[in-house]
């Protein structure tokens, strides 16, 4: 099948689920027996009939549920998400504002996740049911066993509290200022911008953050990476390779791992999905200005446009991240190419 | 956050008796045996156990370091850790049972009318379970709980709404798989209806790896379970729970033991369920046994 062909047809998939997943968090928001009145009108004002009046129309939570449906998805075409209901501002200018922060995050975080993963995984396939396989397997299994809000603590505690060897909390430093506005990502505009300091700065300040959620993700790659390598390892064609006389470091590389990293593929778009809505527990303990942080403020005020903007935003985010994994498949599984 | 842990293949055989045993000698799932019993244990004895009320205030005695009176330290309002953890178990440990039976419940029952039904239905079914997986659990959760009102059982509630998906999509395999052997065709033969072969047929040939990944499940929803209460979206503040213990105490950051304790009670809970996880797995799945 040719590259486009692939392409369009998974496209043409994505649509119905983009469209149901509008239809989901939808219904959640509305379906519900909560009042965003309750949490939105001063005390004061639920007594006063032309107000709550004024607020519903509003808002349009007077119209039937359908009709409230069909408008959101019209303005949604039109980009157009509505207002929060708590900032007063439109919700795509709030994700905008908030989503580069951890989208950099969370990019870190795979990255640092996938190179220990990765290398935990072979070293534990390699030297299989011997003291480093099993040093391995435990760290792997406190990632994904641990809170990532525990993990955060324990690690702001001792390797900023106590040793010093990382920054705190926040993005950047009191006194560094911020890079000028292009991507929202303090990295690269700082890059852009040539601004050294507030770029190590800001590298600085996601060591700690990425550690944590790498050190979850890294579990989890670990772990597959670890089993899926010695089903790999087993296989009659790594004999062949054995027996021709080839090195076993290349065996192991380009036989083995090259063929074994085909489930971590397929897992990173599902991982990254999992980061950015993960953001929401350690966003709150690194002061991290993100979604996540957002997210949470507008479920406690039931500020529905900003819930379901955030749900529909990380569910297409979702969908888009497999879509590319997807499209990577294309490129290491020969057989996809021929199917 | 919660792995994506892929469904164990479970292999009903006749050896099934000594693959138990082989699981009964791996020394980690013993170990996570025993720490799971010694947690039921403490939670069912806490009222017992426990050398202090968890609710009972002592302002005097606030923000103790561990000691030989307060074993754990005591936090803001002088309540005694140790008995609060004693009984966080009493709340977050019935919250994750009960999420995986409902959620087990629910998905066998969608999986195994989407496998069964075939054709339109399964297309349906199966799509739709799709689209609730395509939400991330915590973020859909924390809407629902958001909308109903922070409780534990609203906590409870949506997580049963938003954890069934790999459930049913489990059953639906078993279902399908099921489906091709004969005794399912003589019991057709023999006159038996739909709902019969469902239930009496069916059901007791699949029931046994739903029942096995959702104990292996039980670590991941006591996880999520936290994580909500952690953002104040499940128990009340003076709640004893671990994951509201932990979002108070990240505000007396340096009275480390007012969040590391009721924290590790949930990290070594999780990481019991996971050794025998890891347990089952090695001894189901022949290729990665040694």
């Not at chain 1, 406690?300 to 498949?329: E, H, K």
């Not at chain 2, 009176?69 to 009960?98: K, M, W």
């Not at chain 2, 019991?187 to 990944?213: D, E, Q, S």
């Amino acid at each position: 099948m040719p590259l486009y062909q692939y392409i369009v047809r998974r496209v043409l998939f994505a649509i119905p689920l983009v469209l149901g997943i509008t239809v989901v968090a939808f219904l959640i928001a509305n379906a519900i027996p909560a009042d965003p009145i309750n949490a939105n009108l001063p005390q004061s004002a639920l007594n006063n009939e032309r107000l709550v009046q004024a607020f519903r129309e509003k808002w349009g939570l007077d119209q039937p549920l359908h009709v409230q449906y069909l408008t959101y998805l019209g303005n949604l075409l039109r980009g157009d998400m509505g207002v929060s209901i708590r900032t007063n501002q439109p919700v795509l200018d709030d994700i905008r504002q908030f989503l580069p922060a951890t989208v950099e995050l969370a990019t870190t975080s795979i990255l640092v996740g996938l190179l220990l993963g990765v290398s935990f995984g072979i070293v534990s396939a390699v030297w299989r049911n011997s003291p480093v396989d099993y040093l391995v397997r435990v760290v792997a299994l406190i990632g994904v066993s641990f809170p990532v809000f525990l993990l955060a603590l324990i690690g702001l505690s001792v390797l900023h509290a106590q040793l010093g060897w990382t920054a705190g909390p926040g993005r950047l430093g009191f006194l560094v200022s911020r890079p000028p506005h292009v991507t929202g990502l303090y990295t690269v505009d700082a890059l852009l911008a040539g601004q050294w300091a507030t770029l190590r700065d800001a590298l600085w300040h996601l060591v700690l953050p990425s550690l944590v959620l790498g050190m979850y993700v890294s579990g989890i790659i670990a772990r597959i990476t670890r089993s899926s390598l010695l089903e790999v390892l087993s296989s009659d064609y790594i004999r062949t390779a054995r027996a021709k006389g080839q090195r076993e470091a290349f065996v192991i590389l380009r036989h083995g791992l090259s063929n074994a990293l085909i489930p971590v593929v397929t897992l990173l778009g599902v991982l990254y999905g999992n980061l950015l809505a993960g953001a929401v527990l350690t966003e709150a303990i690194f002061a991290w200005p993100g979604i996540g942080r957002y997210a949470y403020r507008a479920s406690t005020s039931q500020d529905f446009p900003a819930i379901m903007g955030v749900s529909m935003l990380i569910a297409f985010i979702y969908v888009v991240a497999n879509f590319i994994v997807d499209f990577l498949y294309f490129f290491i599984d020969p057989r996809i190419r021929y199917a | 956050m919660i792995a994506p842990v892929a469904a164990p293949k479970v292999v009903a055989s006749s050896s099934a008796r000594r693959r138990l045993r082989q699981l009964r000698r791996q020394p980690a799932v013993i170990a996570g045996l025993v720490v799971i019993a010694a947690w039921f244990a403490l939670a069912a004895l806490a009222p017992v156990l426990a050398p202090y009320e968890p609710l009972e205030q002592n302002i005097q005695q606030r923000l103790q370091p561990p000691n030989e009176t307060y074993l754990l330290g005591t936090d803001e309002l002088g309540r005694d850790v140790l008995s609060r953890v004693l009984h966080g178990g009493r709340i977050t440990i019935p919250a994750g049972l009960a999420v995986v039976v409902i959620n087990s419940i629910i998905g066998w029952l969608v999986g195994a009318v989407a496998g069964f039904a075939g054709r339109l239905w399964d297309e349906v079914m199966m799509r739709v379970t799709e689209l609730f997986m395509a939400f991330p659990t915590i973020i859909l959760a924390m809407a629902v709980t958001a909308a109903l009102g922070p409780e534990i059982r609203n906590a409870v509630l949506a997580l049963i709404i938003v954890r069934w998906t790999n459930y049913a999509r489990l059953t639906r395999g078993l279902i399908i798989e099921a489906k091709t052997h004969e005794y399912v065709d003589a019991a057709r033969a023999l006159g038996a209806k739909n709902p019969y072969l469902l239930f009496k047929t069916l059901l007791p040939n699949t029931i046994a790896p739903v029942v096995v990944y959702g104990s292996l499940d039980i670590g991941n929803a006591i996880l999520l379970f936290a994580g909500l209460s952690f953002l104040g979206l499940g128990p009340e503040p003076s709640s004893p729970e671990w994951g509201r213990m932990i979002s108070i105490g990240i505000h007396f950051f340096d009275q480390w033991w007012m969040w590391l304790f009721p924290g590790l009670a949930i990290a070594s809970l999780v990481m019991a369920f996971n050794f025998i996880g890891d347990g089952l797995r090695d001894m189901l799945d022949p290729r990665t046994r040694a």
